[in-house]
Structure formats: structure tokens, C-alpha cells
């Protein structure tokens, strides 16, 4: 009898100390991989289910609000034709959230969640992504244009200089950063989570 609760005890301390090893291992590999360079041009947000734009002034130019959203619409890209604009909205669909620390949104989440940028900036980290516009510097002043359209005149953008979240009037020259959806996005096993 004593044996056989020792066994037990052994296989059952076996059992748990391989459970924990694969879910170590498993958590260090989903999340290293919640950015995903597709090596066509493109970078997958598994965090979030979108993919960007690896070169974050593909339109070497600032445009108003309204000529960024053309621009985003009309890109056909790495065989995609569906881009837009971030979104400002959480992924709840509320917000928009205004100032630093707006995680919900998807530029936010980029920003804060992905690389790992310091609330206020500058920013410490911008790979794997390209021309990040950083600066403070006319005419786009690090503002990157996000979508939907929520207000008549102003647009909410995202400034990468500090990582705040805000609006600005929809005649102002602002960079632009297309996203498009990824679908079918892979799902964790039951418990696991993305960061």
C-alpha cells in the first residue's frame, strides 16, 4: 500500500510538472509571436487580429483626414485590397479614448501593448516596422490619421511622438498607417492569453 501511494504521488507530480512546462512553453511562444513579420511588406497583430503596413509612411506624403482615408481605401498592397485606417475605438466599440495609455485602441495597443513604448515618449521601439515618424516636426508632426469617421470637422489621430490619443480637425496634414483585418485569426487553447 505504501508503494502504490508513492507511485501515485510520482506520476501525479510528473503529470503537473509537464502540464506546467507546456504552458510555460506555450505562453513564451504566443507571446512572442503576437507580431508576425509576413516578410511581403506586411506585419500581423495576433494580439488584436489585424495586419499593418511594415512601412509606416508607404504614402511618403501627410494628407487631410478625408485624402488618408482615400488613400487607405484605395491601396492594394501585398495582394490585399481591404486597408483602412486604425481604428480609435477599443475593441469593445466604445471610446474613443483621449490622452496617453489608450491601450483599446489599435494604435494604442501598438504603441503600448506591442513595442512597449513609455507613456509621455519618446518612443524606445519601433521594429520590425519602417519610417515610423517619430518627430515633432512639420507638416505631420508624428500624427498618424485613425478612423472611423466619428465627428463632422475633426478626426481622431494618434501621435507616435508621446503616444497620445486625440483629435484634430480634419483639414490638418497627418501621416497615414494602413491596417486591414485578418481573418481566420488562430485562437489559444481554452485558458491560455494573449499577454
Known amino acids: 500500500m505504501v508503494t502504490r501511494g ?42 488584436f487580429g489585424i495586419m499593418w503596413l511594415k512601412d509606416a509612411n508607404m504614402s511618403a506624403t501627410t494628407m487631410t483626414w478625408d485624402e488618408a482615408n482615400e488613400w487607405a481605401e484605395n491601396l492594394e498592397f501585398a495582394g490585399y485590397d481591404d486597408w483602412r485606417l486604425p481604428s480609435s475605438l477599443n475593441q469593445d466599440g466604445s471610446g474613443p479614448c483621449y490622452g496617453e495609455n489608450c491601450t483599446g485602441s489599435e494604435m494604442g495597443h501598438l504603441y503600448y501593448d506591442e513595442l512597449l513604448n513609455p507613456a509621455g515618449g519618446p518612443p524606445t521601439n519601433t521594429q520590425p516596422f519602417e519610417n515610423v515618424q ?29 503616444g497620445g490619443q486625440g483629435s484634430n480637425n480634419k483639414s490638418q496634414q497627418s501621416y497615414v498607417w494602413a491596417v486591414r483585418n485578418v481573418v481566420p485569426m488562430p485562437t489559444p487553447p481554452e485558458g491560455f492569453r494573449l499577454k
Open 6 to 47: 508513492c507511485c501515485f504521488k510520482k506520476k501525479f507530480f510528473i503529470s503537473i510538472l509537464i502540464t506546467l512546462i507546456f504552458a510555460i512553453s506555450f505562453s513564451a511562444v504566443l507571446a512572442q509571436a503576437e507580431l508576425i513579420d509576413n516578410g511581403d511588406g506586411t506585419i500581423t497583430d495576433t494580439g
Open 134 to 162: 517619430t518627430e515633432h516636426v512639420p507638416p505631420g508632426y508624428s500624427r498618424y490619421w485613425l478612423g472611423p469617421d466619428l465627428f463632422t470637422s475633426g478626426a481622431m489621430m494618434f501621435q507616435f511622438e508621446y
